[in-house]
């Protein structure tokens, strides 16, 4: 190599290749086509499926202390119970690629607790206890406590507590807020729907949203 070359520090042999990529133009950034996928919240995070957790513990309670082994109603309470919490979590999850099946599945969750509702209804009358109807002091005094932030706190410390027919009318009052949560959650689940389309639209919207702005650069340029 050549000693003038070696010692020169502008000679193309000894230039920082770090040098080279700063003197390099820059290229532009290629954006990324706008997300179409919808980003919906986690579902341990509704509070109606925070009620379900409680609606599952509280019939897994009952059955096995007030209902006889080998009774087919204790299977049957427990999976009604088991299926409003179960499917509220899978159409969360199912929200993000079909809008259908998160309907589907919200409103299979909702039937469910109307089952388990009924199962509750059935043991307070055969048994000859008493349903709390809107109007019984006690009726209201529990509805207010299943509001509160204290009461999911707190709420298996209670079991023991409590007597089966003040259990029935808990589960009962819960099922009630589930209930009309779920159909709340429905109706905005049907006017997104309407308004925003199912996933094969948003997929064909997103896709022609990409196209025009590649158009609109190509033109520009």
């Not at 390099?24 to 919240?41: A, C, D, E, Y």
């Not at 055969?126 to 009461?151: A, D, S």
């Amino acid at each position: 190599m050549n000693k003038e070359n070696q010692n020169n520090p502008n000679s193309q042999n000894n230039q920082n290749p770090q040098n080279n990529l700063n003197n390099q133009p820059l290229q532009p950034i290629q954006s990324s086509p706008t997300p179409f996928l919808p980003n919906h919240g986690h579902y341990r995070n509704l509070r109606v499926y925070k009620l379900t957790e409680i609606i599952y513990d509280t019939t897994f309670y009952f059955t096995q202390r007030y209902l006889q082994k080998g009774d087919r109603t204790v299977d049957q309470m427990i999976q009604a119970a088991r299926s409003g919490k179960q499917n509220i979590a899978e159409g969360n999850q199912a929200a993000t690629t079909s809008s259908e099946t998160e309907i589907k599945l919200t409103n299979v969750a909702k039937a469910s607790l109307e089952e388990l509702l009924i199962d509750y209804e059935d043991y307070l009358r055969v048994h000859g206890l008493e349903q709390w109807q809107q109007n019984n002091p006690r009726m209201e005094k529990l509805r207010q406590y299943t509001r509160t932030k204290r009461f999911l706190e707190e709420y298996p410390t209670l079991f023991d507590k409590m007597n089966e027919e003040e259990i029935c009318n808990l589960s009962i009052t819960l099922i009630h807020q589930a209930m009309y949560m779920l159909h709340r959650l429905l109706e905005t689940m049907q006017r997104r729907f309407v308004s925003e389309g199912g996933i094969k639209e948003q997929m064909l919207s997103a896709r022609l949203n990409y196209r025009n702005q590649q158009k609109r650069k190509n033109n520009n340029q």
